[in-house]
């Protein structure tokens, strides 16, 4: 259940690491466990983040602030409506300037199963987000390769979200379809969007005991990476 097979981002030859990152991150999804579960062919036509998840972004884009920072997006999709019920924070080793950052892969690799065994459906990689200077609310090259290698490894395109400060958060989301088409898409934010889709919904302590060799099988160890 490993997203990426990269080491941390810091290390290695600047080419070479993304290189490698876009590697990874096309195998990613293939290893999750938990594909889509409705709507394999959705298109999207909104994106609804979970009051934590919103927190989350709101939380990390401060603690940075003025620099960039970012993170990935966990949740499902149901009626072509991207639910995001997790958004991370970039992780241990990270870079950040004014105008560029980069993530921990190591970091997201342990946080994913953590995360997704709280839910009961589980979690799927949805997409990322990630703070722009000033009012830019498009997208750089870099940002728009990284969006297509998350399109690629999620299969059904991707959601890629940008929050700018200027001076109150404001968030910008973007599809990127299977067709390498981009398009704004609304989102909303609260748990209250979440009604009768159960994502949200955590799982048993039952429910942990009984998949417990499952638990200690896909807790990632960088040794192995
Ligand atoms: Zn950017």
């Given at each position: 259940m490993k997203l990426f097979s990269t080491p941390?981002?810091?290390?290695?030859?600047k080419n070479k690491k993304r290189k490698k990152l876009l590697k990874a991150q096309r195998k990613a999804l293939k290893r999750?466990?938990?594909?889509?579960?409705?709507?394999?062919?959705a298109d999207c036509r909104g994106v609804v983040l979970s009051n934590r998840a919103y927190l989350s972004v709101l939380s990390e884009v401060y603690s940075r602030d003025p620099l960039e920072t970012g993170g990935i997006f966990f949740g499902n999709v149901k009626n072509a409506v991207w639910y995001v019920a997790e958004a991370s924070d970039p992780g241990v080793y990270t870079l950040h300037t004014r105008a560029h950052h980069e993530m921990d892969n190591n970091y997201h690799n342990h946080i994913y199963p953590v995360l997704s065994r709280l839910y009961q459906h589980g979690l799927c990689l949805l997409g990322l987000w990630h703070r722009h200077p000033g009012s830019l609310d498009t997208f750089s090259s870099d940002d728009d390769r990284t969006n297509h290698s998350f399109a690629e490894v999620i299969g059904n395109g991707a959601v890629s979200m940008l929050v700018n400060l200027d001076p109150t958060a404001r968030l910008t989301c973007y599809y990127l379809s299977k067709n390498g088409e981009y398009r704004t898409v609304p989102v909303m934010v609260g748990d209250?969007?979440?009604?009768?889709?159960?994502?949200l919904e955590l799982t048993t302590s039952e429910a942990l005991l009984k998949n417990k060799d499952r638990l200690q099988a896909e807790i990632f160890d960088p040794e192995e990476a």
């Open positions: 941390p981002v810091l290390s290695g030859k999750a466990d938990h594909p889509f579960e409705s709507d394999k062919a209250k969007y979440f009604a009768g889709t159960g994502f």
